[in-house]
């Protein structure tokens, strides 16, 4: 649960889960508020207030708990932080459907939270992620593809995940697409694609994406017919 996450997007990812995960409590709203209430205490620094509402609610049932529970543990912010345990929580709540948990247990595995460092079951989980429309999760596992780490090296596969990722809105995704179609690098070479995603990354600001059009709009007009 990073500080920095908004508190109203942790009750909209409560309110958005997948129906048959809530089907079964007929006191969403109540729930939504006592999310809300255990990520107030949390920001506020009242931790143990925190934990044990995250750990009632966690009880419940609530995948947003278990994610969060999982991440306190992750931070050290318990009397006995466990990465086991937080395995655990984060899996239950991946799951039940809660794509940032998938996303958070890529990262678990490849930042070796419990041992080494496994790329091969972090892949599984951001492919995972990405599938459920994860954006970080695209990359991640575009990425993966892209280096081969972890993963065959694929650049049809890194094409397919970044495109997805610049489609929802990542600036490093849309300008790395446009490079791949510029260079036909597992994609077939187009540079008015490479233009149009050039432009998208502009549009968000990627300093080097202007000149990028330029460059491809005097390759366009020098080409015959």
């Known amino acids: 649960m990073p500080r920095s996450t908004p508190l109203r997007a942790l009750i909209l990812a409560l309110l958005l889960a997948p129906p048959w995960a809530l089907a079964a409590d007929e006191r969403t709203e109540q729930r939504a508020a006592d ?42 912010e318990l009397p006995a932080p466990s990465p086991a345990e937080a395995e655990r929580l984060l899996r239950r709540a991946a799951e039940h459907g809660f794509v940032t948990a998938m996303y958070t247990l890529g990262q678990f595995f490849e930042s070796g939270q419990r041992g080494k460092p496994d790329l091969v079951q972090a892949n599984r989980w951001y492919e995972r992620s990405a599938l459920a429309g994860s954006v970080d999760g695209q990359v991640a596992i575009g990425t993966a593809y892209y280096l081969g780490r972890g993963a065959p090296k694929d650049p049809v ?6 495109r997805e990722a610049a489609k929802g809105g990542d600036v490093g995704a849309q ?51």
């Open 35 to 76: 999310v809300a209430a255990a990520v107030q205490a949390y920001e506020a620094g009242r931790l143990d207030e925190a934990r044990a509402a995250f750990g009632r609610l966690s009880a419940a049932g609530s995948p947003v708990a278990d994610y969060n529970l999982a991440v306190m543990h992750l931070r050290g």
């Open 157 to 162: 596969q890194a094409a397919r995940w970044y």
């Open 175 to 225: 300008y790395l697409i446009a490079s791949m179609y510029e260079q036909g690098d597992g994609v077939e070479r187009d540079l008015r694609l490479a233009r149009y995603w050039y432009a998208v990354a502009a549009e968000n600001r990627d300093e080097a994406a202007p000149d990028k059009v330029k460059e491809i709009d005097a390759r366009l007009a020098a080409e015959p017919g």
